[in-house]
């Protein structure tokens, strides 16, 4: 270990002293970061458990992406969409190729994502289903996480997302996450969109019963209501299949990317449709200044392309098998259930085991950067160009941990 901890402690106080306090991060000060594997500034390495909540799906500073993003650096990085740039073309064009769908919208951050689908679906449902502007619902689920606009955090069920944030949107309706006729229930001829993630990262790697998305799916298909499924963080190769709603053989309406598609390195977000959503858009109805942005497109064009030369969502699926496996011989008083898909893996500790939080900040004594979710929740989701070798060396530790 170091001698010179001051580094980290002097960072640190001036990120408490001079930054708003909305995180409490682990007081792990990262310098640098490559692959799997970070360092703090005193030169400590660690293996990066989180990837920025799926974010570095690639791996920190990729050097296929980040060579993208140099080289696009020095030619062009902003022309705002009143004029046109020659990057965003190519990828709507490969993504669209990819998935299936007939267009991309980009945006940013995922929340504008999420904002972009809710106004597509309002849009639609106005213009086309024909339920009066004043009027309409979305369907939402209890234990969502969406991002942190007032609108997104207005329809919450998370008390402290929302406490002190009002007055908020109306227009949505909370319902029990994973049940199937509480869904049949609520859908009226008002109903505009459900919106859901396919397994709740946030909520705590929850997964619903098999079979409920696609019932979902073919329920919204017969009432004529839009399925809009959030894959911002349960995309691009994190559950062992590009996206998630895959698991169930569906194909949703709306698809909101975000996090991995700007390979670590660009915040770039979106939504995937066909023609009869996307077509709600004309000029002027909606935008970003930075959205579409060559920079974050020629990075994300790069970062897809790392997913599949490096077969990702393979290893994903592979190693994820791997890492529950491994984890579920783990006996640990502590451990009250272990469930996951792919490289997202939650390990939900008893209520007695003193919160989650304490086992991380052991983790980080060992060696592996992990945040726990809720209270007593362990969330390991490593990069997905993690082998088999570095799951075995953080499998001692976790061992260690837990024991
Ligand atoms: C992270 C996340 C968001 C919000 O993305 P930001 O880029 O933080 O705005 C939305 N939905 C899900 C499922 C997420 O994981």
């Not at 106080?13 to 360092?39: F, I, M, Q, S, T």
């Not at 073919?218 to 895959?246: H, M, P, W």
């Not at 579920?328 to 939900?348: A, D, P």
């Amino acid at each position: 270990m170091s001698t010179t901890v001051d580094a980290s402690a002097d960072l640190i106080r001036l990120e408490e002293e001079y930054g708003a306090h909305n995180y409490h991060p682990l007081d792990v000060v990262v310098e640098k970061a490559r692959g799997v594997w970070v360092w703090d500034v005193e030169g400590n390495k660690y293996l990066d458990f989180l990837a920025a909540y799926s974010a570095v799906n690639q791996g920190h500073c990729h050097p296929k992406i980040v060579a993208a993003l140099k080289e696009q650096a020095d030619r062009v990085t902003l022309t705002s969409r009143a004029f046109r740039n020659d990057q965003l073309g190519p990828l709507c064009a490969e993504l669209c190729q990819l998935t299936g769908y007939k267009r991309f919208l980009p945006m940013n951050s995922g929340a504008e994502a999420v904002e972009t689908a809710i106004k597509a679906a309002r849009k639609w449902a106005h213009t086309i289903k024909g339920i009066p502007e004043d009027r309409g619902e979305i369907l939402v689920f209890e234990g969502n996480f969406h991002g942190r606009t007032t609108t997104i955090v207005g329809f919450s069920s998370d008390e402290q997302y929302r406490k002190g944030f009002g007055p908020f949107t109306p227009g949505f309706k909370l319902l029990p996450y994973g049940d199937f006729k509480a869904v049949e229930n609520a859908v009226t001829p008002e109903t505009i969109a459900i919106l859901i993630e396919p397994i709740q990262g946030e909520g705590g790697i929850l997964i619903p019963p098999m079979g409920f998305l696609r019932r979902v799916r073919e329920l919204a298909t017969a009432n004529r209501v839009l399925l809009a499924v959030d894959e911002i963080q349960s995309g691009l190769g994190r559950t062992g299949k590009l996206f998630c709603f895959e698991h169930e053989r569906i194909r949703p309406d709306i698809v909101i990317v975000g996090k991995a598609l700007g390979g670590g390195c660009m915040p770039i977000s979106g939504i995937l449709a066909d023609d009869e959503v996307m077509d709600v858009f004309h000029p002027g109805d909606h935008g970003s200044t930075f959205g579409g942005n060559p920079l974050a497109c020629a990075v994300a064009r790069s970062a897809i392309k790392v997913l599949l030369e490096e077969n990702l969502v393979e290893n994903s699926a592979r190693l994820g098998e791997y890492f529950l496996g491994r984890l579920q011989t783990l006996k640990s008083k502590y451990i009250k259930e272990i469930r996951g898909k792919g490289l997202w893996i939650g390990v939900e500790l008893t209520a007695d085991a003193g919160g989650a939080r304490r086992f991380c900040e052991a983790l980080q004594k060992q060696g592996l950067l992990c945040k726990e979710t809720h209270v007593n929740i362990i969330r390991f989701a490593p990069p997905l160009v993690i082998t088999r070798q570095e799951i075995d060396w953080a499998m001692e530790r976790i061992a260690k941990v837990l024991a």
